[in-house]
């Protein structure tokens, strides 16, 4: 934040606020994001009495009231730790905040508290007093801290504006499905401090998707120490699931060929019924479909795997585990080079991976730059009550193992449904895989969504989206590992429906275009 800022120099629009943990227990703590009328944005930290807001009181929206009371009373602000005083019922039985109703409960006294606390801190970060002298001179707080897991030390040790440690900035990665050139040239763009989100489909399609899920693993994705965040994708997903149920059925290699054949068959024979179920087909057209599927299911190959597979001892077929193992394996998927890989494998290597696959996010949430950032494979959830309650864990997500089967599948591999646009409603841009649009990430304004997919994997050299929501940037980055922007685009559609192609990476200004 700038030395000094004049308040009459805030924009009042592009006020973003987020609950953080504290660093001062006996005070509930906020970050505050806000426009400046030039158009920069900066960053203040917000405190009041440690649970002094009423249950149940939407806390966003009062704290950001009383701070526009700040505003109003104060020309400048010089600090980048601001105390709003208490929250309290009236008779009225509405929360008011101390500091700007005619209630004297000591505000002056709190206020000369915190500012001493403040400068404490700033003290000891200068080397001109001890962290014991800090400790002496707060005893309420150092009492409160003795049964902390953290402790006094570590609690009030507070280092500049960003107290999580130097600031990076944060990018996400639409589906590389297994060409790890591209995954290599996405991670390279990556300082030491950013952070990344890969939206899934890392593996199929290309040959190197075990390659890259062992990367993520070495480089400790989804743990505290690092910086990288993996969620689930539908191919994650069907690797997992067909893993699972190749283990259980200990299913040799050779039983594996023959689940993926019989797949094939039996898809065939549902294009084949779909055909001849059509009216509009011709009469010729759907007599030609009933005639072959009758010699599909009258061969010796599909007699013999359906004695084999669909009897009741088994019962593979009635129970949908021949199509969801043929289906990941199938060609259209890609998943049996992947297969392939991983079956060489160590066992111990084996379980890390799927362990890592078991134990990823289906959802993730981040608050950049004031900004509400929604990360999922394909939709957000319908409870539109989970994505809300992520709003006070910045930084935080939901595992796969928090979810239900119906839940995973919809967040995973959602189409039609539109659940963007009521997340929009409630503050979020999500940013998204799974729909391709070859060579081109799309910038949805209406419904609030960008989605990288853009087609990577698919055989016709296409490219991926790397977005750096500082830089306000797409990269479009082929199969081999290029930067091609001469090939890339950015799809923008508007709040009114018009759409419009952008070339190279720069994406318009989305927060003007959605006020």
């Not at 505050?32 to 440690?50: C, H, M, P, V």
């Not at 591209?182 to 199929?204: R, W």
């Not at 066992?347 to 799927?354: D, P, Q």
Request: net charge negative; aromatic share 8%; charged share 30%.
């Amino acid at each position: 934040m700038k030395s000094e800022i004049q308040t009459k120099d805030i924009a009042r629009k592009g006020i973003r606020l987020t609950e953080l943990e504290t660093d001062i227990p006996i005070y509930d703590k906020y970050c505050l994001s806000f426009l400046l009328n030039n158009g920069e944005r900066t960053q203040i930290y917000l405190y009041a009495d440690k649970g002094s807001i009423p249950p149940r009181t939407p806390v966003q929206g009062k704290v950001l009231q009383f701070f526009l009371g700040f505003l109003i009373e104060n020309e400048t602000i010089s600090q980048n730790r601001i105390y709003l005083g208490s929250f309290h019922a009236e008779n009225d039985g509405k929360p008011v905040n101390d500091r700007f109703s005619p209630a004297n409960n000591g505000y002056e006294t709190k206020q000369s508290q915190f500012d001493c606390i403040r400068e404490s801190i700033a003290l000891v970060e200068a080397g001109k007093i001890s962290q014991q002298e800090l400790e002496e001179s707060f005893p309420e707080i150092y009492e409160q801290t003795k049964s902390s897991k953290k402790g006094f030390k570590q609690t009030l040790k507070v280092t500049g504006e960003e107290p999580v440690g130097p600031r990076g900035k944060h990018y996400a990665l639409g589906d590389v499905h297994g060409h790890k050139e591209a995954y290599d040239t996405a991670m390279s763009q990556l300082g030491e401090h950013d952070s990344i989100v890969l939206l899934g489909d890392v593996i199929d399609r290309g040959k190197d998707g075990i390659a890259i899920l062992l990367d993520l693993i070495k480089r400790g994705a989804n743990t505290e120490k690092s910086n990288i965040r993996f969620l689930l994708g539908n191919h994650e997903l069907m690797m997992l699931e067909s893993l699972d149920l190749i283990e259980k059925y200990s299913l040799r290699s050779e039983e594996i060929a023959e689940i993926v054949k019989l797949g094939g068959l039996m898809r065939r024979i549902q294009k084949l019924r779909a055909n001849f179920d059509d009216p509009n087909n011709s009469k010729e057209s759907r007599e030609t479909s009933r005639k072959i599927a009758i010699q599909i299911l009258e061969s010796d190959e599909w007699i013999q795997y359906k004695e084999k597979y669909g009897n009741p001892e088994r019962g593979f077929i009635q129970n949908g585990i021949i199509g969801a193992i043929a289906n990941w394996l199938s060609k259209n998927n890609g998943g049996l080079e992947t297969y392939e890989r991983y079956a060489v494998l160590p066992e111990e290597t084996k379980a890390r991976i799927r362990s890592f696959l078991r134990s990823s996010y289906v959802a993730y949430y981040q608050n950049v730059q004031g900004q509400d950032k929604l990360y999922v494979h394909s939709r957000p959830f319908r409870d539109i009550s989970r994505i809300r309650r992520l709003k006070r864990r910045n930084d935080q997500g939901i595992h796969y193992t928090e979810v239900t089967e119906k839940e995973a599948d919809f967040a995973i591999w959602e189409r039609e449904v539109d659940t963007f646009t009521p997340c929009k409603a409630e503050g979020f841009t999500t940013i998204c895989g799974h729909q391709p649009e070859f060579n081109k990430s799309i910038v949805n304004c209406a419904k609030g969504f960008i989605c990288l997919d853009e087609g990577c994997g698919h055989g016709t050299m296409c490219t991926t989206g790397l977005y750096c929501i500082e830089d306000g940037t797409i990269l479009h980055i082929n199969e081999i590992g290029e930067i091609d922007q001469e090939k890339g685009r950015i799809k923008v559609i508007g709040e009114n429906g018009q759409e419009r192609e952008i070339k190279g990476t720069k994406l318009p200004q989305l927060s003007k275009e959605r006020e």
